[in-house]
């Protein structure tokens, strides 16, 4: 009898077996085991080792636009673009409400004229003139963003690496944003603790640090870094679900350091498919546009901004100087300013290194123009400077996406010049006419509310404008 009863209970064993292999192979639903190494030796941050099952039953694919790589206002179109996303259940009322979003930032963009002033609340004419790519979309699109984003951030993993960074000195914003988004006035009506509202999901994490704490002096080796990224995307991708959900493309990071790009590359999704906040905006080495958000590179020492660029002199004070540059030779582009420019022309004075006697930032206040060539990578502090300064940029770059270009017409505040022209430097600047010129510097005096730092953010400040870059990609309009 027992016998028989034995058998009995194994054959029910075995049917109940089958049973949920044939409803696991119907639903479409697996499951992996995945286990998170530990970091190289000698990574003070390193993980522990984790187990654990994850279950990925949703799908993402990629599908970017054949237009070229850049997201504009000037050409709004009702269709969007990118990623299509099976979505679960819950994300059902969190995409009507981005539809509405999308709907009234179409309206506002047919309705508006493009040269129209938007005024805020005081009646004051907060978003007006040329510098904006159409500045009724832009207003409705940021309205939108104040009224419905909410950005969860990821409280694993412990300081200097997590949740801090630099608020000084040149990888200023790196510091400042993880800082307004987790602890600032700013960032809190943007924060949510509850990851089921999230529209995105942020990596705080500083690559700034990464470099300090995991990186050898001198070694070149930048293993560690990405071996950092590595671990930390596959430890949240098995402690939460939302990156698989979407594979990451509602996930963001942020990096000033030269070697941001590199870090991200750590992991291939990351990469590829999330939205990387980046200083070192260069398309020639991966930087995409269509996901990717490029970065104002602020540089304060001491971590605040210089007295005299805090109240620029007045509009009519002279300038008696056509373009200023002083700065160290790096990159390719510098030595070609430096050869053809240093100590040839009172009227443009260059310098390597900028004479004891002389003060850099005076020299921008008495000069029409500076002059911003990139160094080893992309991006310039300078950009910024000048902007503070009153000071017309003149940007000598190539493959770099200029911040916010989304939105803002980089061409009515600064003047682009080819690499190849930097010869007929003076010429190209003084064929510009003097009307143009005092629309140029009217045009850099509109913009500099876009680039200031904010203790705590205000609207439409450099934080609120990071976020805004991030909620455009966010919410998938084909706006170029």
Known sequence: METNHGKLVSVLACLCAASIVIVCIVSGHYSQSIKLLPAEPGNSAAMSELQAKVTASHEIRAVFSSQPPAIYFNRLRNNTFFRKIKKPRRYQGMEEGLARARASIRKAFSSLNQSSAIDGEDNNKILTGDVYRNPGAFYQSYVEMEKRLKVYVYEEGEVPIMHDGPC???????????????????????????????????????????????????????????????????????????????????????????????????????????????????????????????????????????????????????????????????????????????????????????????????????????????????????????????CVPVILSDHYVLPFSDVLRWEAFSVMVEVSEIPR??????????????????????????????????????????????????INLRLG
């Open 168 to 390: 000084k000195d040149i990888y200023t914003i790196e510091g400042r944003f993880i800082h307004e988004i987790e602890h600032g006035g700013g960032g809190g009506k943007f924060r949510t603790r509850d990851p089921q509202r999230a529209h995105v999901y942020f990596m705080p994490f500083s690559v700034t640090w990464m470099v300090k704490y995991l990186y050898k002096p001198l070694s070149y080796n930048l293993s560690p870094l990405r071996q950092f990224v590595s671990d930390y995307v596959s430890f949240i991708s098995t402690k939460h679900p939302f990156w698989n959900t979407t594979q990451g493309a509602d996930h963001f990071m942020l990096a000033c350091h030269d070697w941001g790009p590199h870090a991200s590359r750590g992991h291939p999704v990351l990469y590829n498919t999330s939205i990387r906040v980046l200083c070192n905006a260069n398309t020639s080495e991966g930087f995409n546009p269509q996901k990717d958000v490029s970065l104002p590179e602020i540089h304060l020492y001491g971590g605040n901004l210089n007295p005299k660029l805090l109240s620029p002199p007045p509009p009519t004070t002279p300038r008696p100087f056509l373009a200023f540059f002083a700065g160290g030779l790096h990159g390719p582009i510098r030595p070609i300013l430096l050869n053809h420019w240093m100590g040839r022309d009172p009227d443009l004075p260059v310098f390597e290194y900028l004479p004891k006697e002389m003060d850099y930032y005076s020299l921008m206040l008495q000069s029409k123009y500076c002059l911003c060539p990139s160094g080893h990578e992309v991006a310039s502090p300078r950009i910024v400077e000048a902007i503070y300064s009153e």
């Open 425 to 474: 430097l003076k010429e190209v600047l003084t064929a510009v006419s003097e009307e143009k010129y005092k629309r140029l510097k009217e045009g850099v005096r509109a913009v500099r509310k876009h680039f200031e730092l904010n203790q705590p953010a205000k609207r439409f400040d450099v934080f609120h404008m990071i976020l805004h870059s991030v909620w455009l990609r966010r």
